[in-house]
């Protein structure tokens, strides 16, 4: 036998355990999702055709198959595509998202309201608010409270226009 030959057959033998695997992963075509807040489940197990979410390393959609993952949560806006076409849009203060081997997402949020139920003008009053909260810190501890209740003020703002 060759020396090439033989190379690759050692790499196909080397390659059917990892194929093995990525087969027995039980990837999915339907996505189960849950969305649960502190306030409220606004997703349990359910049957989603995508999610969109905001996170620290950069928005990103999920569909079924995707790669399992582990995110913290920006504050910013969910979007969840149903099966039924319906769009829901829902905004989420911080949290976790994580997606399993078996397709199904959890975000988990501190706190979750859908957008429809935003105030515009109460959401500017909050984060008129925070900004006085930061512009008046005096410690390090102060400064860092205030600037998060600011960020996520301004993406309360931004989701609510």
Do not use: W
Not at 106 to 122: I, K, N, R, T, Y
């Amino acid at each position: 036998m060759s020396f090439a030959l033989r190379s690759t057959a050692r790499l196909a033998a080397s390659v059917r355990p990892a194929l093995r695997s990525m087969q027995s992963r039980g990837y999915a075509d339907e996505m189960a999702f849950t969305l649960a807040a502190a306030n409220k489940v606004y997703y349990d197990s359910a049957n989603i055709r995508q999610v969109d979410v905001p996170s620290f390393s950069g928005a990103f959609g999920i569909l079924p198959k995707h790669v399992p993952t582990l995110a913290v949560l920006k504050p910013g806006v969910v979007t969840v595509y149903e099966q039924d076409g319906a769009t829901k849009k829902i905004f989420v203060s911080s949290g976790t998202i994580t997606v399993n081997e078996d397709s199904s997402v959890q975000v988990l949020a501190e706190e979750a309201h859908p957008v429809e139920d935003l105030d515009s003008g109460a959401c500017r009053e909050i984060l008129s608010s925070a900004q006085s909260q930061l512009s008046s810190a005096s410690t390090d501890k102060e400064r860092a409270e205030a600037g998060i209740a600011v960020e996520v003020a301004e993406a309360l703002v931004k989701a609510a226009e």
